[in-house]
């Protein structure tokens, strides 16, 4: 009269099944003192599915599609009997559904995006938000170099080195990802970070046309005026 013995492993080897998860079958599988050939009927959202007990062990797929149309919150459900019938006490196993993808904000770099030749002689600093949990690991890449962050209440920063900085070409794309505690990949934010290290050249014009002021001129505005390449819209002092 003695029940066999029934256990159910970890579902997906932490018992959250995410959004890349539940795309392919998730298997669930124990172990049982049952002997070869018994079945394992498993309960689950629902739905029965079996599995033959091979070695004290037991395995199971179920498809994609039941696995997508799990609850954010079910409880897994098995049960066996030996070969003189005795019924082994059900096991049970709670699991997490979470297919909500974090999300991720950056914030401009230096400001707008743009590292100059004053920014680029210190660390650079790229940092953001996300409600991804706290401990998890922010990625960015930049340049060949990846780089990374840890969330701390939702927000999570990072200082590039100055040498990676000025060894940045003059336009380089970045991108930051982020995964929460179930394994939801955020989607990646991508953005494009200017580095522009070559300063304007500045001319001054001749004043009054030759750069004497006399007692005429200095009755009206006198006027300063010269030529730059910086953008239109720069000040010049």
């Known amino acids: 009269v003695t029940a066999p013995t029934l256990t159910i492993d970890a579902v997906s080897t932490d018992d959250i099944i995410n959004a890349v998860e539940d795309d392919s079958p998730v298997t669930i599988s124990g172990t049982t003192d049952a002997e070869d050939g018994q079945v394992v009927t498993v309960n689950l959202n629902g739905k029965v599915y079996s599995a033959t007990v091979t070695t004290g062990t037991w395995t199971l797929d179920i498809t994609s599609a039941d696995a997508t149309a799990l609850n954010a919150a079910e409880t897994v459900t098995a049960n066996v009997s030996d070969v003189a019938g005795n019924p082994a006490v059900e096991a049970t196993r709670g699991i997490v559904h979470d ?50 962050a840890t969330v701390t209440a939702g927000a999570w920063t990072l200082d590039i080195p100055s040498l990676d900085a000025q060894a940045l070409d003059a336009t380089e794309a970045m991108t930051v990802t982020v995964s929460d505690l179930a394994g939801n990949p955020s989607a990646p934010y991508t953005t494009t970070i200017i580095h522009d290290v070559t300063a304007p050249t500045l001319t001054i014009d001749a004043v009054s046309t030759d750069d004497i002021i006399n007692a005429v001129e200095d009755d009206s505005p006198v006027t300063i005026s010269g030529t730059t390449d910086a953008e239109d819209g720069q000040v010049v002092t």
């Open 99 to 148: 297919v909500v993808a974090p999300t991720l904000s950056v914030n401009p770099v230096s400001g707008d995006d743009q590292i100059n030749a004053t920014e680029d002689d210190s660390p650079v600093t790229v940092s953001g938000t996300t409600d991804a949990e706290d401990g998890q690991v922010v990625t960015v890449e930049l340049n060949g170099k990846v780089y990374s």
